[in-house]
């Protein structure tokens, strides 16, 4: 006997009702955190920091995963390393994210590789160690920013919907920025473009609303892998390492966070368990932006 028995069919289309998920209650949540087959692309996947853990996150729960990336080295290094800890299928591919043909072409082939895509955390960004004011930086220098941290996340997401429209299911990360919710100093451009990106996650889910597709955005405070880890040994400009310090006493987890923690979201939220969060910008900064 089906829970919808005696609803009239207009009032289960006119809500969707159909698309309940009724089996939860009978599912162990560690099954609905699995993600055994799922085909996923994540974009910038050869970075030391966010990339390898988001990569490694998804391969640990059966995923198979394309790590794309203009280092193809770097992405091939994660690859192997995420396929030989999980023996999980991954594989790299050299993608500029800026570039709308070549994104495109990196994301055909890896729907080809894996048959499809289910899928796509948009990682690639950063603030290419250009901290400082917003009257220091440089025009040339602003459209690197804005180009890698803003239309390489429309670029690659219009890319994905070409696999996942057609199928009606799918799921789009954007890792934005505790910084896209709050002002830092030293980040103008940078922390505008993440507050463009959860804006853009915002109205794509409102477009996507009568599909299956979702999309969420996640935004990391202070991570410390390698490059927080130079920073805090000494390398990097004054206003880079200026930006930990205003970050820190923002904080009320008492401490930053390991990239680990947060490709731990990014997994939830592309899992079942996660999916009826969408349209917005989940904070995993430890209170920076609270």
Not at 182 to 211: M, P, Q
Not at 235 to 246: M, N, T
């Amino acid at each position: 006997m089906s829970k919808l028995d005696g609803i009239a069919p207009e009032v289960v289309e006119r809500y969707h009702l159909d698309r309940l998920p009724f089996h939860q209650a009978a599912t162990a949540p560690d099954e609905l955190m699995r993600l055994r087959g799922a085909r996923v692309v994540v974009t910038g996947g050869g970075g030391a920091d966010l990339g390898q853990a988001i990569v490694h996150r998804f391969a640990a729960l059966g995923a198979h995963v394309a790590a794309l990336d203009l280092d193809l080295e770097s992405a091939q290094r994660v690859a192997d390393e995420a396929s030989k800890s999980w023996d999980a299928q991954v594989f790299a591919v050299k993608a500029d994210v800026t570039d709308w043909n070549d994104v495109h072409s990196a994301v055909n082939q890896a729907a080809e590789s894996m048959g499809g895509i289910d899928i796509l955390v948009n990682n690639a960004g950063g603030g290419l160690k250009l901290h400082g004011p917003f009257v220091d930086i440089r025009p040339e220098d602003m459209r690197r920013i804005v180009d890698l941290n803003l239309f390489g996340v429309l670029f690659s997401t219009r890319a994905a919907l070409d696999h996942m429209l057609p199928q009606d299911r799918g799921r789009i990360i954007n890792i934005a920025s505790e910084g896209g919710k709050i002002s830092l100093d030293g980040l103008a451009v940078y922390n505008s473009c993440k507050s463009a990106a959860i804006g853009f996650t915002r109205n794509l889910a409102r477009e996507l609303k009568e599909t299956r597709i979702g999309a969420v955005a996640v935004c990391p405070g202070v991570m410390v892998g390698p490059h927080a880890l130079a920073r805090f040994s000494g390398e990097g400009s004054e206003a880079s390492i200026a930006v930990l310090g205003s970050s820190y006493d923002k904080l009320t987890a008492g401490r930053f966070s390991l990239p680990e923690e947060v490709a731990n979201m990014v997994a939830f939220l592309a899992s079942e368990a996660g999916e009826y969060v969408n349209g917005t910008a989940v904070s995993v900064g430890g209170g920076l932006s609270d």
